[in-house]
């Protein structure tokens, strides 16, 4: 496969979501995709981006990507947090994902960051097995928590 | 208690360091931390802040802290990550961990934060307990997944 790697323009957003959603579907948590085309625009190329993400495609068609922003933490300062990176299904197991983790780490080590982490669900064994590859911690005991925006809202202080 | 809640400034991040150290040891992982004070301060209070705190403080002593930043979720837009609640051993249990979380609450409320996120030890019961209180969704199954700044400096393209 010749596939090209590139970073996002504004007008990928909705291909993107489109990806998104088929995540959130592989994920078994499709309703929690709740951010709309704009947000998600806003949040990438408005007047303060917090997100930059990289394409990859085929024959002119998107058919997955990686995205990050970058997140702090008080033991080792700034990191790359990889927040989704997905290929379409038909398209699994031919190296895409590769590149564009490749290309993440190149974009770690170019802008100095202090280690990239993300997560992964434990049922997803070939996720897990591509991980493996790059000798990555993966480490279990944590519990995520959260308060929904509906939930803040009700909340008297 | 007559506990102080206030916005963290710049010659706190010492003392922060220090209860960021305990919270480390409690977590039983204290060789994690490797940020120096020069790099937690410059991200909190340098040219681009990617932090913000509050402290907990008793007669001037301060006995504990809450650190945010904000998130990107593609499913949910910007979130207030809680990247750290700590409140010193002495003085836990008598409230000043609720003032410092509610006081979040209200930061999300009046920023428009489309929810709260962080995470916990499961085998901090403690924290746990705390947590319910909010009625938190509190979730397994996700690994915590990293690369380290040495990986990713070795890694070859």
Do not use: H
Not at 4 to 27: G, P, Q, T
């Amino acid at each position: 496969m010749d596939v090209k790697i590139r970073v996002a323009k504004k007008e990928d957003c909705a291909r993107l979501l489109d990806l998104v959603y088929e995540l959130a579907l592989f994920e078994r948590a499709p309703q929690e995709v709740t951010v709309s085309l704009q947000e998600f625009e806003e949040a990438g190329f408005g007047v303060k981006p917090v997100w930059k993400a990289y394409t990859a495609s085929l024959d002119g068609l998107i058919i997955g990507f990686a995205l990050y922003y970058i997140r702090y933490s008080t033991w080792k300062g700034q990191r790359l947090y990889l927040e989704d990176l997905v290929i379409t299904e038909a398209f699994r197991g031919k190296g895409a994902g590769k590149l564009l983790f490749d290309r993440l780490i190149q974009e770690a080590q170019e802008l100095g960051f202090n280690g990239m982490t993300w997560q992964v669900l434990d049922w997803n064994e070939p996720a897990i097995k591509f991980y493996n590859k790059y000798e990555a911690n993966i480490e279990a005991g944590w519990l995520n928590a959260s308060l929904s925006k509906e939930q803040i809202t009700a909340y008297q202080i």
